[in-house]
C-alpha cells in the first residue's frame, strides 16, 4: 500500500485558485494511477481528475473541465491538482487515491481505488 497526504486546501473567493498535492510515500508512484475525488457535505463522494501511472493518459468530470489540471511529479512521489476558477459549487473535501491498474489506464470510479488521503478542504465562496 502507498501512503497518502494531502495539502493545499484553503479558503478563496469565487474566480480565484488553488493547487492541491498529493505526497506518497511507502511505493515507487510510477506503479499507480492517481485520483482525486471529493465530497460536500451531504453529497457523496464524487470524481474529480484522474492520471495514470505514466502521465500519459487523464480524465476529468465534465463540471471542472476546462479549470482544473491533474499532473504528476513522479520523482517527487507527488501528484497536483491545479484548480483555476473556482466556484462556490467546487466546496468540499478533497482526497487523493491510487490504484494498481494495467498501464495507461485510469478509473473513473472510487470503488478500485484501494489507498487514500484524508483529505483537505476546499471552500469557495461567492
Known amino acids: 500500500q502507498v501512503q497518502l497526504v494531502e495539502s493545499g486546501g484553503g479558503s478563496v473567493q469565487a474566480g480565484g485558485s488553488l493547487r492541491l498535492s498529493c505526497a506518497a510515500s511507502?511505493?515507487?508512484?510510477?506503479?499507480?494511477?492517481m485520483a482525486w475525488f471529493r465530497q460536500a457535505p451531504g453529497k457523496a463522494r464524487e470524481f474529480v481528475a484522474a492520471?495514470?501511472?505514466?502521465?500519459?493518459?487523464?480524465d476529468y468530470a465534465d463540471s471542472v473541465k476546462g479549470r482544473f489540471t491533474i499532473s504528476r511529479d513522479n520523482a517527487k512521489s507527488t501528484v497536483y491538482l491545479q484548480m483555476n476558477s473556482l466556484k462556490p459549487e467546487d466546496t468540499g473535501v478533497y482526497y487523493c487515491?491510487?490504484?494498481?491498474?494495467?498501464?495507461?489506464?485510469?478509473?473513473?470510479?472510487?470503488?478500485?481505488?484501494?489507498?487514500w488521503g484524508q483529505g483537505t478542504q476546499v471552500t469557495v465562496s461567492s
Open positions: 487515491a491510487a490504484g494498481s491498474f494495467p498501464r495507461n489506464t485510469i478509473v473513473i470510479v472510487d470503488g478500485p481505488y484501494k489507498s
Open positions: 511507502g511505493r515507487s508512484l510510477s506503479n499507480y494511477a
Open positions: 492520471i495514470s501511472g505514466s502521465g500519459i493518459t487523464t
